[in-house]
């Protein structure tokens, strides 16, 4: 059984996304192909896998299509936060970019409703998809249109990681209760270590946002949790106060340069022994040396209150396309070949394998890292995906400021809350 089959499970429709094109971004690597057959010119497929190990995998998976006949494919990798950034813009552009890295849900839907996003009915339909489950099938459609706009590539999960030689070392073990990891916060900070990592410095501030998603769905519960991105509760209310009171017993613990650096530079701080653990997606291991994936391990985000349904967050990631698009046949070529077994394994092998693919017959890394992941998302009571990914990309930054001023200035949490609530009203509003 995979997440996608559980009925238990639900999957949010979160909107976050941004994204970047060739034709109006400098920080582009293309990776050329000759045109040629039915797409009519080669399809451009704007990429924010910029890790060395992701772009790899990206440039073999394009490569691979290519060899398949006359359909082709330009890959153009763009640095992640521009793409984040340029994403709106190159989907109004006169002349877009054909396909695109990205998210589902609520990220689709907000451009699904602007009528720019591609409909994908059809190809839904052909064998690289039938097989994939309802529940992906729901999170893919537009509930604006009711049209599919997405190809699920594959999906991971949000844990604390951290490196077993180092844990071993200082001996200390994993911890399962929220006291448990103030304790061992304790032990690793008594070694002269930083306890907790983030990297929510430089361009990626959005790091500190998992720690605000993974402390509301513990204290208040996933519903709340998305009800409040949605705009159903307030940011000043009483019970996100009480997500506050949590995170200031575990903030003394964190690295002093937690939002000074970027998570690939937390990523390096974790893998020298300058701090002990860190909340991230299992992404961060793209850029991280193939020697040490085996020295990594993971841990479940501690369970704060045993009544609260335990919820993980594990995002899906995929493509769409440009409405716009001038090569609408050969996008759905790329697309159905994205979505096979073929191409997720491939994708696997030339990464850093600890993504889930979401085609029912394509095999995972099968690595200890990875079935413990997969055992996490499917015992998990719900799922939700990423701040952003279930609210907006335009509430993403009002996260950002709130979450990065508070570590600041932890004594000033009133006045924080007061204002996320008021910039998060405008967009509500819009």
């Given at each position: ?97 054909d396909a695109y890295t990205w998210y589902p849900g609520s990220v689709a839907e907000s451009y699904a409703k602007k009528d720019l996003l591609l409909g994908l009915d059809d190809i839904w339909e052909k064998p690289e998809l039938a097989g994939y489950s309802d529940a992906l099938k729901k999170l ?160 479940q985000f501690p369970i704060i209150d045993p009544k609260v349904p335990v919820a993980e967050e594990a995002p899906t990631d995929g493509y769409f396309a440009s409405a716009r698009t001038k090569r609408a046949d050969g996008v759905k070529e790329l697309l159905r070949y994205l979505a096979s077994a ?89």
């Amino acid at each position: 059984m995979t997440v996608f089959n559980a009925t238990r499970r639900r999957f949010l429709v979160g909107t976050g996304a941004v994204g970047a094109g060739a034709l109006l971004s400098g920080c582009v690597t293309q990776t050329p192909s000759t045109s040629g057959g039915k797409s009519g010119g080669p399809v451009t497929l704007q990429s924010n896998l910029s890790s060395p190990q992701a772009k790899t995998a990206m440039q073999a998976v394009v490569a691979a299509y290519d060899k398949r006949g006359d359909a082709r494919a330009q890959l153009n990798t763009v640095a992640s936060e521009t793409f984040r950034t340029q994403l709106p813009t190159y989907l109004t552009s006169a002349n877009p970019p054909d396909a695109y890295t990205w998210y589902p849900g609520s990220v689709a839907e907000s451009y699904a409703k602007k009528d720019l996003l591609l409909g994908l009915d059809d190809i839904w339909e052909k064998p690289e998809l039938a097989g994939y489950s309802d529940a992906l099938k729901k999170l893919c459609t537009s509930a604006s249109s009711g049209k599919k706009v997405f190809v699920p590539t594959s999906y991971y999960w949000w844990g604390v990681f951290y490196r077993k030689s180092n844990f071993a070392k200082w001996g200390v073990k994993e911890p399962k209760t929220w006291d448990e990891f103030l304790d061992l916060c304790d032990k690793i900070k008594s070694k002269g270590v930083a306890p907790i990592g983030l990297g929510a410095g430089g361009d990626t501030p959005w790091v500190a946002s998992t720690w605000f998603d993974y402390l509301n769905i513990r204290v208040n519960g996933a519903t709340y949790h998305r009800e409040l991105l949605a705009g159903k509760h307030r940011f000043d209310d009483p019970e996100v106060r009480k997500v506050f009171d949590k995170w200031d017993e575990a903030r003394p613990f964190f690295d002093p340069n937690g939002t000074a650096i970027p998570f690939q530079d937390a990523t390096t701080a974790l893998l020298q022994g300058r701090t002990g653990m860190m909340l991230i997606g299992t992404f961060f291991a793209d850029a991280a040396p193939k020697d040490a994936l085996g020295d990594l391990d993971f841990f479940q985000f501690p369970i704060i209150d045993p009544k609260v349904p335990v919820a993980e967050e594990a995002p899906t990631d995929g493509y769409f396309a440009s409405a716009r698009t001038k090569r609408a046949d050969g996008v759905k070529e790329l697309l159905r070949y994205l979505a096979s077994a073929e191409a997720q394994e491939l994708y696997l092998k030339n990464s850093s394998g600890t993504a889930l693919p979401t085609h029912p017959d394509a095999k995972d890394a099968g690595t200890p890292l990875v079935l413990k992941g997969r055992k996490l998302i499917e015992s998990a009571t719900d799922v939700t995906q990423f701040f952003n990914r279930d609210s907006s990309d335009a509430l993403q930054p009002t996260a950002d400021t709130a979450l990065v001023h508070y570590l600041a200035k932890p004594k000033e949490i009133g006045s924080i809350l007061t204002t996320w609530q008021r910039s998060a009203q405008k967009i509500w509003s819009q």
